[in-house]
């Protein structure tokens, strides 16, 4: 068969694209800065055991409330003498596995739901589901959390599923969205014409074209999940004690506020910077995500 | 290559579509868009049947239909002898294998995260052909066939032009071997020159291949340049159906009129005739009688409140169909 061929490839020696990670550094340099962050926060919580001074559980009564600084305590101690830095430290490990495995369990609900409204959205299917959905929201945040972790008890199992509640509605709009988009983009008619049933629409054609406004989201999300969390073990009902938790530390270190500031501050800076990190980390992966936005 | 005497490949009958009908709880009850109202039309085996008409006429509304890729309010079509209408989900799953679609637009019906190589092995994988080594050796043959080389699989669809895009679109059909392939305005987004190398490599394909196409455009230059019989449509029905050279060179219908004459030719006595004024009526509420006449030059008494039939005329060497009351002896003029 003799047929041109128009022109040669167009991308026939296009280079490599360089590598993201260099990329989103030099576009995104405040991203940058906060995926640096995270990734401290990350091998932090995972070497806690090996890099904290001190026991996080271990008592001192002889020093209790000592001063930063002081008997070789660099964030000083608490109301029980335990090292505060090493419970910030360990904190990091309970509010990171707590957040992970809520961005899972609600990500993993929320994403089938919002995928499976959005394709057959305005059906009754779509109906039913967005309706449990706006259920969901429809309740005040704390209200819910407040609910649900009463009624399951303290537990850091019974706090990821009462957090999973607040992410599955987010989760869901975000992919829904997408999906109601993507369904009506010619390549999924294309794939229904060759034969493609609905579970290999969603997820080969569906589910890898909407990832990426997702990771933004999660990323966001994660912030919002730090600080649910930092309330809900605040008000007593997150994290059971004695496990380290920020939001513990902050409700432990409130009555001796006056004496011991340390004792709120060192993890409520940690949680700050954490969410703030995570915060930045989300929008500047929606500037460089978003193409229309590329220079 | 049209086998005498054999069924044709596709009977569409009656075939009808209409969008919204305006059910909502809360929405007030609008007409419907009447897309495709009451068509006919055969496609034999072999044979390219063009559909033209301007937008909005529901032509690829039609084109779905024959597909299946969305229900018909009423009407049947029957491909191969098989009305796939009443086709249950696996027996249509199998018959996808036989007719496939081509798009306008190839970047946009191609999954932006899929390799050629998975592009292009998709349909057999779906209906299970081959196994992995043997369905990329096919994906090559069909680069080759469409004259693409064979490193194009590891690329994505952003890298290619669009004729390269629409060859790979073209290919793709191709991989389970149909009998008909829609080709949805296949040509209309791509330029000149590109247009003139599909359309041949369409027609290669056909002469290897023996498949049939249903070729629809809005462009009758392309239309009559590809296609062996033409159906004119307006406002979701057939105006007028016949053979390429006779609708190019004499038009029956007002409409099919009008078309020809709105081609820009060099030749003077195109200028004469009357080009299409106005804007095609809405769907939702077309006009009564024949719906083309409040455009039409030469609409007599009647055509408001009579909708003409689509009639065979005129004899053996000029057979062909026309819906208008000019040409049906039984209306009253």
Known sequence: ?295 | MIVPGATPLVEAHDLVKHFGDGKGLLTPRRPPVRAVDGVSLTIKRGETLGLVGESGSGKSTLGRLILRLIEPTSGSVTFDGHDIAALSKSSLTQLRKRMQLVFQDPFSSFNPRMTIAQVLTEPMVVHGMGDRASRVKRAKELLDLVGLPSFALERYPHQFSGGQAQRIGIARALATDPDLIVCDEAVSALDVSVQAQVLNLLKEVQRELGLSYLFIAHDLNVVRYISDRVCVMYLGKLAEVAHADDISERPRHPYSQALMASIPSPDAHHQLRTPLAGEIPSPRRPPSGCRFHPRCSQSIDGCDRDEPELLTIGGSGDARSVACHLFDPTSAR
């Open chain 1, 1 to 295: 068969m003799s047929i041109a061929i128009s022109g040669t490839a167009r991308a026939a020696h296009r280079p490599r694209a360089r590598s993201g990670l260099v990329r989103f550094t030099r576009e995104q340099p405040l991203g940058a800065i906060a995926l640096f962050l995270i990734t401290l926060f990350v091998v932090v919580a995972v070497l806690a055991p090996w890099i904290a001074p001190y026991d996080p559980l271990a008592q001192d009564r002889v020093n209790i409330l000592t001063a930063p600084g002081v008997g070789g305590h660099l964030a000083g101690t608490d109301e029980l003498g335990r090292d505060v830095l090493s419970r910030s430290l360990y904190g990091a490990r309970t509010s990171l596995l707590i957040a992970v495995a809520t961005l899972a369990l609600g990500g993993a609900i929320g994403l089938v739901v919002g995928v499976v409204s959005g394709y057959f959205g305005g059906t009754w299917i779509d109906s039913v589901l967005q309706r449990i959905m706006d259920a969901l929201m429809a309740i005040p945040s704390i209200v819910l959390l407040l609910f649900v972790a009463a009624l399951l008890g303290p537990s850091v199992r019974n706090t990821v599923i009462a957090l999973s509640l607040l992410v599955i509605p987010s989760i869901n709009r975000v992919a829904r969205g997408e999906m109601l988009r993507i369904r009506e983009e010619p390549y999924v008619e294309a794939a229904r014409s060759v034969g493609c049933g609905t579970p290999r629409i969603l997820i080969r054609y569906g589910l890898p074209n909407l990832m990426a406004p997702l990771f933004v989201m999660g990323s966001l999300l994660f912030a919002v999940i730090l600080i649910a969390e930092s309330a809900l073990s605040f008000l007593g009902i997150g994290t059971p004690p004695p496990t380290p938790s920020w939001g513990r530390m902050l409700s432990e270190g409130r009555s001796q506020l006056e004496i011991a500031p340390w004792m709120t501050v060192v993890p409520g800076l940690i949680l700050s910077v954490s969410v703030l990190a995570f915060n930045l980390l989300g929008d500047a992966m929606r500037d460089f995500l978003d193409p229309k936005q590329r220079r």
